[in-house]
């Protein structure tokens, strides 16, 4: 009964976080089109969070009705004239004084933008967040200088202090955090070693942990690592019954075992040590020339017992990042899609509905910064989808656009029927293809 309950429960957390994530994104993306849209002139007649049954409503000074509806799956804006919420197909009659208010009668350049707004906001909201973070989080000074400390498991000596500067380790020069990492690969692994630090204006040599420890410094959601309870900070001690001294050992064992279960004996901090088995998955990660399969149990590591000390981003630094990351989703976005298309990858690698919910209620756990982080992700991904050049999408209305911009008239409404129902079509049939894999692919 207890293991019923457990599962309710997860699924419930995952629900509920995957429900408050998409509002925000659907929120935005839908204000992207409604304020554009306002400002170009077009006339907004609904604002709706959800679909259904309304459950409350308000009528703003503009004319607007701003709802929220029972089923909190999505949302939309219905302009002057359009026929549904997905402002798709022919228009309903409209008074030809108004025409210009509508969507479908308003000039290219108003509907391009106020459709192109939709996914823009979603660009713009991971942006905000990704550099919010930043500036929230600080960036690495530039030399090795130790932040946080974090606990050791039983054996493993430190007497590094925050604000240490650190000069050697083991006699040898270090100038950079990418020091660290070469000679990390040259040192013999050990509990322990001699970092020479500057420490109060002194020079001195104490006593601190192998620059690259088993040490769990992150979890894929929906990995085995994250259904056996693995955490970020966990520390691996051993796997079937050999000794992990570093990451890169426990990445070999894993390979060796090509799937079978592995025992891994695991310390984490006020709990001690315990043990965990779990089998890794193959899954497909892109190299330098493509895709290859590799044996996974989703764990990330190469981290220290310490944090770097940061330094505040700037406003423009912070920006800066955030655009960048925003542009590797997308980026990868177009790669995993492509790869997928040509057949590089496993049809496996799309995920439903489900797999995205499990892993909002996976970064809901981790934190509310986890859950901010992803909801980013999430915001990124979703405007690039819905630039795709999909019917009953944005960007099938962009494309429609397009061809008008280039032939000089628009497509006849019998053609944006016929291929808005295909477009409508091919959604679904993605959706329910998304929904078999998370249900039946391993």
Known sequence: MSVILDSLGGFLWSAAAFIVALSIIVTV???????????????????????????FARRDRHGTVWQVAAVPLGG???????????????????????ARQTLGGAPLWARFATVAAGPVFNFILSILVFGAMAMWQGLPVEQVQ????????PGVETQLRPGDRVIALDGRPVADWQDIGDLAADLPPRPSHDWTVLRDGAELTVPGPDPMPPLITGIAPRSPAAAAGLKAGDVILAADGKPISRFDDLR???LDAEGRPVL?????????????????RQQDLPTETGYEKRWLIGVTGGGTYFEPATRPAGPGEALGIGAARTWDIIASSVSGLWAMVTGQIGSCNLGGAISIAETTGQAASAGGGNFIWWIAVLSAAIGFLNLLPVPVLDGGHLMFYLYEAVAGRPPSSRVVDILSALGMAA????????????????
């Open 29 to 55: 993306h839908e204000y992207g089109h409604y304020i554009i849209g306002r400002l170009s002139g077009i006339k907004a007649e609904v604002f709706s969070l959800g679909f259904g049954p309304r459950l």
């Open 76 to 98: 939309y804006v219905r302009f002057l004239g359009d026929a549904n919420a997905a402002s798709a197909g022919s228009g309903k009659a409209v008074d030809p004084a108004r």
């Open 146 to 153: 130790i932040g946080r400390l974090h606990a050791t498991p």
């Open 252 to 254: 070999r064992h894993v």
């Open 264 to 280: 891994l004996r695991v310390w984490r901090e006020g709990e001690g040590i315990a043990d965990y088995t779990l089998a890794a």
């Open 427 to 442: 959604v679904l049939s993605l959706m329910v293809f998304g929904l078999t894999n998370d249900l039946f692919c391993p």
